[in-house]
Each structure stands twice: as structure tokens, then as C-alpha cells.
């Protein structure tokens, strides 16, 4: 069965300080994506990075970067020097492996709301 | 940037209605999804389609029915409304099947069913 679980649902930290988001996900198959999407309060969920199962280096896009780790099933995402503007929900997902139809949906996580004080 | 449409944004509806959200893409995506997403945050697919004149269930049963008869179209239809179906309603679309496609996301309808 294929699983993506977010355990921590709420995260509060003031702004400036570092922060990681977990991510562990359960799939049986050996190629696979990863993704992470942020869901301001505005609603839309914005995409904000794709990792294949054949990449694990590490990536950094400017105060994000993310950490995959294929030997504990992890997809971490750390934000460093947090800012308000950072304050939302954040999705793990996984692509579906089933072929035909469904190939290309997506299993969510159950996201984790974060919220950065000034 | 993605062009993904969704109207109305927010919704207020009696019990026993028939409504319709609005959802289009212009940028000729094959495959289209509906998500149901509850105040506690899990998003909950309800509807997927991987061109015109196909409809599949998602994951989470439910009530309303979609159509695709243009590609860039994809409106769900609750027939009678009931406070059940208050939730946000969010469309998205992905170029294909590819696993490796993002989807992108509409702004969400707010549906209140009162």
C-alpha cells in the first residue's frame, strides 16, 4: 500500500529560526516521485518541488531545501530563517503507481499548518 | 504560472439545491482532478478525468457528479445540496498521466450549505 505520512500537524516558531517539515512515505515501487506543496491561506496549493526515486541529493532553492533519504523512506523539508510570509499549510505527496487511468494521481499527506510570528 | 480557473470562489446555498462549480484550464492539461478538503487540512480526491468523456472516482466517495466533454472544462454538479457538502472544493490539472507531473491547482470554491 502506498502511504504518505506528515506527523506533526501544527508547528509554531518564531521568525528567523530554522524549521523542518517531515515527511515518510510507504510505496512498494522502486521509481517513484515526491513532492511538496504549500497551501497559503489564500487556498490554492502551489507546487513548490518534484524529487524522482533515483535522485537523493540533497536540493536548495534559496531558504528552502530538502532532504531525501530512500533508507528511511524520508522527503524532509527545512526552512531556514523562516519569515511570516512563510506561515501556511504544507502537503507531502506521492505519485501513484497504479497504470491506466489513475497513473499521475497523487497521495497527499495530511499536511502540516505552519505558523511564524514575528 | 499556471492557468487554472475555478468560479465562484465562495458559495453560500440552501439545503435542496442544485449547483454547479466551475473549473477551466487553458493550458490544454489532459488530466483533470477534483479534491474535497475539510477545515482539519486532508485533501480528499473525489473526481479524476485523463481526457474528454472520461470520468473516474477518486478515493472518497461522494455525491457529485463531473463531466468532460471539452478538455479544458471539468464542472462538478451536486444535484441537491445538503450541509454534508460544506467544504472547499479544489480543482487541479497536470499535462498527463506521467508520474512526474505536478498538478496545478485552481484558487478553491468554499462551498456553504446552510
Known sequence: ?118 | EADIYQTPRYLVIGTGKKITLECSQTMGHDKMYWYQQDPGMELHLIHYSYGVNSTEKGDLSSESTVSRIRTEHFPLTLESARPSHTSQYLCASSESTARNNEQFFGPGTRLTVL
Do not use: H, M
Not at chain 1, 537523493?56 to 530512500?70: L, V
Not at chain 1, 502540516?112 to 514575528?118: G, Y
Open chain 1, 1 to 118: 500500500a502506498q502511504k504518505v505520512t506528515q506527523a506533526q500537524t501544527e508547528i509554531s516558531v518564531v521568525e528567523k529560526e530554522d524549521v523542518t517539515l517531515d515527511c515518510v512515505y510507504e510505496t512498494r515501487d522502486t521509481t517513484y516521485y515526491l513532492f511538496w506543496y504549500k497551501q497559503p491561506p489564500s487556498g490554492e496549493l502551489v507546487f513548490l518541488i518534484r524529487r524522482n526515486s533515483f535522485d537523493e541529493q540533497n536540493e536548495i532553492s534559496g531558504r528552502y531545501s530538502w532532504n531525501f533519504q530512500k533508507s528511511t523512506s524520508s522527503f524532509n523539508f527545512t526552512i531556514t530563517a523562516s519569515q511570516v510570509v512563510d506561515s501556511a499549510v504544507y502537503f507531502c505527496a506521492l505519485s501513484e503507481v497504479n497504470y491506466g487511468g489513475s497513473q499521475g494521481n497523487l497521495i497527499f499527506g495530511k499536511g502540516t499548518k505552519l505558523s511564524v510570528k514575528p
